[in-house]
Nanobody
Framework: QVQLVESGGGLVQAGGSLRLSCAASGGTFSSYSMGWFRQAPGKEREFVAVISGGGGRSYYGDSVKGRFTISRDNAKNTMSLQMNSLKPEDTAVYYC????????????????????WGQGTQVTVSS
């Protein structure tokens, strides 16, 4: 059983930056692909980014490409999401997720490809 805990959310002005972190415990961290999803009120959970177990490959959702960067530190069992040039439409609860799989972006953007989820952290971007 893998436990995931997100941190780093908060309130930021448009154009600003935030860095989210996800701490994992209870499994072999490097054997899991790690992803970020987000969910705004009244909307479906949306894929943000994913990184492979070794950290060598990543995918991004179209809405965050070029602004967000996903990374991981397998020695510390942590994953991060650096978010720059934030927009009001980035406002959402951000969830960390772990997957035993690694495949195409079509596979990895599917929330059902993930086996474990954190509780989420709120990000609010004011205009």
């Amino acid at each position: 059983q893998v436990q995931l805990v997100e941190s780093g959310g908060g309130l930021v002005q448009a154009g600003g930056s935030l860095r989210l972190s996800c701490a994992a415990s209870g499994g072999t961290f490097s054997s899991y692909s790690m992803g970020w999803f987000r969910q705004a009120p009244g909307k479906e959970r949306e894929f943000v980014a994913v990184i492979s177990g070794g950290g060598g490959r990543s995918y991004y959702g179209d809405s965050v490409k070029g602004r967000f960067t996903i990374s991981r530190d397998n020695a510390k069992n942590t994953m991060s999401l650096q978010m720059n040039s934030l927009k009001p439409e980035d406002t959402a609860v951000y969830y960390c997720a772990a997957s035993r799989a690694w495949g195409s972006i079509v596979t990895m953007l599917n929330r059902y490809s993930y086996n474990y989820w954190g509780q989420g952290t709120q990000v609010t971007v004011s205009s």
